[in-house]
């Protein structure tokens, strides 16, 4: 394990969290980031991570700019894709020259990108992979994790089952950012996340609230499981099937009454009820979010299968609104979105 060469390609607050984990661990491990000020951070005094328990400090990381990929000479065993999935084609496309015959490419995205990986760099070189990791970056070089290893989860998969014997040697390199479950059907697992992250992510932003605030709101409760349903029949609608993630057991999913409250519940039991999600933080950077490729893939699943999505097309299209500074985030939207839904209904 020492010896294989691991590149993480994107080293924003979860890929610095995953980057601390290995290289505190002695994995020989290179990061690799857009952000250029992070990148000098991190050069200059490593990195800062803050969790709630813990503050690990990681010095002499080896940490280069997009741009210092053209004069690498190794190729890598393991890359490590945690760019948002917005970004994850183009990544991948790069790194595809610097990544061994034999290596392998792992994304790890909230959307459906695996299969679009498996294309760039072969499905002889890409396993699927699902994460549950809440971290935040707004100064250079430190972050704020929220779920410490022990509240890290991830999923491990085969895109095909000629794969399913490269699975373990990944495993083993991500038991050192959290805990692991492999799975039999990583992309109906991807799936069951995308389906949370259409109960959460649009809404929190829009509204600017965490998820303890929300909590307080009357009304969005209800709203959030309606986008769950919704992206459940979409998904069902696609083949995807009800599959245990976060840890939970079959068991706890599998034909449960309350399957979108058990997730949503198991979310919140661990994230700090103070986090801001991924999207939100997008919004405050003044950034792209992933809407378009959580509700947004929601909303054309629907329509390829005929599975009527309103509660995810107007929280596609308030975001939208927010990202173009049209809207503020802020309580009002929660008002915006069931005044759209009265007159849709």
């Not at 829009?206 to 998904?235: F, K, N």
């Not at 950077?285 to 947004?296: A, F, I, P, W, Y």
């Amino acid at each position: 394990m020492m010896s294989k060469k691991i590149a993480i390609l994107g080293t924003g607050a979860n890929g610095s969290c995953a980057a601390a984990d290995l290289t505190r661990n002695g994995l020989d491990v290179v990061l690799i980031d857009q952000w250029p000020a992070h990148v000098e951070a991190m050069r200059s005094d490593g990195l800062r991570i803050e969790m709630p328990e813990e503050v690990l400090e990681v010095p002499d990381l080896r940490a280069f700019h997009l741009c210092d990929v053209a004069t690498f000479k190794d190729k890598f065993d393991i890359v490590m894709l945690m760019m948002k999935s917005y970004d994850a084609l183009w990544m991948a496309e790069l790194i595809k020259p610097h990544l061994a015959d034999d290596g392998l490419l792992i994304g790890a995205q909230n959307s459906t990108t695996a299969l679009d990986l498996a294309e760039i760099v072969g499905h002889d070189r890409s396993i699927g992979c699902v994460v549950e990791l809440s971290s935040q970056l707004f100064t250079p070089g430190v972050v704020q994790r929220n779920t410490p290893p022990a509240r890290t989860w991830f999923a491990l998969g085969a895109l095909d089952p000629s794969m399913e014997h490269r699975v373990a040697e990944v495993e083993a390199i991500f038991k050192h950012i959290g805990k692991v479950t492999i799975s039999d059907d990583i992309l109906s697992a991807k799936w069951m996340k995308l389906i949370v992250n259409s109960m959460t992510m649009a809404i929190r932003s829009i509204m600017g609230m965490t998820s303890g605030q929300i909590a307080e709101v009357e009304g969005v409760r209800d709203l959030i499981l309606h986008a769950g349903e919704e992206a459940l029949a979409a998904g069902q609608a696609s083949g995807y099937k009800i599959v245990p993630i976060f840890g939970l057991s079959s068991e706890q999913v599998e034909g449960s009454n309350r399957l979108l409250e058990t997730l949503i519940d198991k979310l919140r039991a661990d994230v700090k009820v103070e986090t801001r999600n991924a999207m939100y933080q997008d919004i405050l950077k003044g950034r792209r979010t992933e809407v378009d490729m959580l509700n947004g893939f929601v909303c054309e699943l629907g329509r390829q299968h005929g599975v009527p999505t309103p509660v995810n097309d107007v929280l596609l299209d308030i975001t939208h609104k927010v990202m173009a500074g049209e809207l503020e985030p802020g309580a009002e939207n929660f008002e915006r979105a069931r005044a759209a839904l009265a007159l849709s209904a």
